[in-house]
DNA sequence: AAAACAAGTTTCATATATTGGAACCTGCAA
DNA sequence: TTGCAGGTTCCAATATATGAAACTTGTTTT
């Protein structure tokens, strides 16, 4: 992956960074990376002088950057999604108390862009940014379902089609058919694909062009609840799905108010 | 700034289009941005590419982009200091009942990483992430207080001084002796010297070895209370950072268990 | 309708930054 | 002392980025 371009390089660093998960030395690095030492020696400094990782010293380890912290925070605020969502989801998370998650897609994988836990109430970044498979989640789904037909063949090449459980559809035409019935139900289950006992409902949120914009799903456990009654939720869900479609669409951002200074004005 | 490095060019434009804090468009942009058209124009193909842009073609914008919030999301949560101090942050709100916030220097600027607010308890993230100035909160000038004496003048002379209010400390003499009151006390205020009306108490968390690693803070308004009164607040979030100080100190990453395939192994 | 204009995209010779093998430093252990 | 692994620096060959200018495309103005 990325042939060209030393930026793609270096983002490959910082992802690589980010993957482990744990201060890294440089040679844990080396391992796993495909650049020569020289070359990733010198990412890393680049990386480190912009403040995308930090270095301690002491223990010759590095780390993701508060630079990185300051963007994201920009990113979350700027997504038209996120923000226009996140008073529907305690709504939403109020009239369930179930778990709520809203994600889009990303890169053909979903990504939980913010979220409501049943239990224990506090939506913390911390628990947006998570990134889960397409074919085997409920909110991914739900949006293959509904992604123009000339998408569709790329993305799903693009899944692993890994069976976590016995019930995980495990290949592109098993999903096409699965789509289909999706689409004709307006709504996605979840049923155990992806972890034993954790079932759920899932809607896209559409623009009002029928554009993808995200997914929004109710999740619970075969313990506590059944798709039959998990699918009496779904008119709900849709409906505040249609809201927040409709508000993002129609959110428009102020033409010339951000930065004063403008060269031309 | 960023003589050299596409990298540090293509961060720039990151940050560029993070501030303006809406989509924006090509020529808004070029305006303000140091480089030619043609070199504006591949870089932020470029970062489109690496999806740390996402580029709307309906009407030609630029956003910032998915794999961003994920890389932000692991950068959150690989931070020693903010995971860590979660749990007390919530225990010190509690008691207090007013605006808490942790902070942690990021290049001369005190960087908001976490938050819990006095009458909407609801932490989301997009209230962490802001920066401030460092000369001009409290939590910004516990940390100088505590900095080693070979990093302050560097610091100091990054400062903008701009005088906020009529209390704001303007110049690095000053701060010098404000910040040697604020060690002999141990904790620092906030005197309305960046919002008016807005006042707090502070003390920095350092690591055993009296490296600083952040700040914690209680905010409140000259309304409901005066300095003095928060000053009695002190010794309990000085106790309270202490602990947060002690655990991150002590916190060790696992040696050999996050990535199982090591060449090495 | 023609002409002028603005916004965005591509080209191409040139200058520049990146590359990575190898040499070179450490410190530390045998 | 020797050996060795983790880091760091060199430097010539090479690939890459650069940016002025030319070119589209779509939108105003005359």
């Not at 371009?5 to 660093?13: I, Q």
């Not at 010759?60 to 008073?87: C, D, K, M, N």
């Amino acid at each position: 992956m990325s042939g060209d371009g030393t930026v793609a390089k270096a983002l490959d660093v910082l992802d690589l960074v980010a993957g482990f998960g744990h201060p890294v030395r440089f040679s844990d690095l080396l391992d796993h990376s495909p650049y020569p030492k020289a070359t990733l020696y010198r990412l890393l400094q680049t990386l480190v002088t912009q403040r995308m990782l930090s270095f301690d010293p002491d223990r010759s380890t590095y780390t993701l950057g508060l630079r990185l912290v300051r963007l994201a925070h920009a990113a979350w605020e700027q997504s038209a999604l996120a923000p226009i969502a996140r008073p529907h989801l305690d709504v939403l998370s109020a009239e369930v108390g179930e778990t709520v998650h809203l994600a889009q897609m990303d890169h053909a994988q979903v990504l939980y862009v913010d979220k409501r836990n049943a239990r224990d109430p506090i939506p913390m970044y911390s628990q947006a940014g998570k990134v889960g498979p397409a074919y085997c989640t409920g909110v991914g789904k739900a949006m293959l379902a509904y992604l123009p037909d000339a998408d569709l063949p790329g993305i799903l090449s693009q899944q692993s089609w890994h069976p976590f459980t016995p019930k995980t559809v495990t290949s592109a035409p098993a999903m096409m058919l699965e789509l289909a019935t999706i689409r004709a139900r307006g709504f996605a289950f979840d049923d155990e694909e992806h972890e034993p006992g954790i079932i759920c409902v899932a809607v896209p949120i559409l623009s009002t062009g029928g554009a993808v914009l995200g997914a929004l799903s109710v999740t619970s456990t075969t313990a506590r609840t059944t798709l039959g009654k998990l699918a009496e939720l779904a008119p709900r869900i849709t409906q505040i799905a249609r809201t927040i479609g409709q508000e993002t669409t129609n959110w428009r951002f102020p033409e010339e108010t951000a930065l004063p200074n403008r060269k031309r004005a």
